[in-house]
């Protein structure tokens, strides 16, 4: 799900983990955060969420919360752009959450911040995704019960491609070619961001490598990553892509408006611009970086973590197995009448009947053949330094080369620390 439509800032900020646990401070300050007292009583919970942009989801999230029988649980909904640094500020203090929404972190694991959730999540594991279950899972324990999947890739107007006798692109080159002939006027050919960041992971696996392989080693360093960055950087240079959009690429208002023919967006989009345009749109992988590489679709999504600090874990365990284990219509509600996402649930994504037909089915084949999990070994560190490859190669023609070598050593220094 996305987040605010009217905030100016990255989503892939919060696809992707938080610089750890070492911000301070307090969440006191938090604007438009509210309250969802439980029917329950007895224990009292709180749960933290970022605010969404699709309309419902704040309501929807303190109706399951007020069904709940067994506790008192209190929803902050924190309405600002820096949900992360707020949830780890506030992690540290005494107003800390029982149970909060986020992304799989090793550090989160190593640190004690999450409690282990084997126990309730084993009697269901088969049913679950097992890629979901394989990013969660640290030496055999699964901290976190998946929410929602949210594949990512290439929204087109057809009628544009239509226009301009392009088609759909299955490598970067095609993806590039197809930009250049679709801008015309104020409409340029393609949309990802002004930072790029939500498409680095998938230029990399469309290059055919990784970020780590299965031992916790660089992989990304490769020649057609290398390749891919150069060609990056010609589309950067190029203009043909859209730069200083009003919304950031998370938000499908630029695609929605005409002001581009091709976006990088997700999934959850699909209902909105099913609204604006008809059937005058389709959606694609990331292409092919180079001709051995192959298409790919970035899935990212939320999970629900426990507070294994907390004072009331084992209250806050039965909560989220009650609300994210036990309630396949709250599950399969939030997955799909709020935008659409993939429940990570095989028999619920099974019977969503909205993911069923048109592009949302599309949407579902591609995920299942092409899509790409979170590794839980990979962390803000290692991001921060495959985006400054991005920063210094593609927007400021650095040697590529050069620049991974940078990259290199930072992930080297993480690695070393978190694995010896």
Known sequence: MSALSNSNWSRRSLFRAAAGMAAAGSLAACGGNGRSGGAGSGVDLTQFFHAYGEAGTEQAIKKYAKAYDKANVTTQWIT?????????????????????????????????QVADLTDIIDPVKSDFNPADIKSHTVDGKIYGVRMIDDPQFFFYRKSMLEKAKVEVPTTLDELME?????TTGKVKGLYMGDDLHSVVNPMIWSAGADTLDEKNQIAYHTPGVIEGIKKMRKLFTSGHLL???????????????GLCAIQFCGMWAMPGIQKALGDDWGVFPFPKTIDSGKQSVYNGGWSMFVNAKGKNVDAAKEYVKWLWIDQKEYQEDWATSYGFHIPPRTSIAQSATKLKSGNAAEGV????EFGHFDNIGWTQ????????????????????????????????????????
């Open 381 to 420: 560190a290692m991001i921060t330094a495959l985006e400054d490859v991005f920063a210094n190669s593609v927007r400021k023609d650095m040697d590529p080369e050069a620049a991974l070598d940078k990259a290199d050593a930072a992930v080297e220094r993480e690695l070393k620390k978190l694995f010896g």
């Open 80 to 112: 600002s752009a820096d949900f992360e640094s707020k949830l780890f500020a506030t992690l540290l203090t005494k107003s800390a959450p029982d149970l909060f929404e986020f992304h799989p972190q090793i550090q989160m694991v190593k640190s004690g």
């Open 243 to 257: 730069l200083g959009a009003p919304t950031a690429s998370w938000d499908p208002s630029s695609l929605n408006q």
């Open 178 to 182: 197809a930009a250049a002939k679709l």
């Open 365 to 368: 084949r591609l995920f299942n």
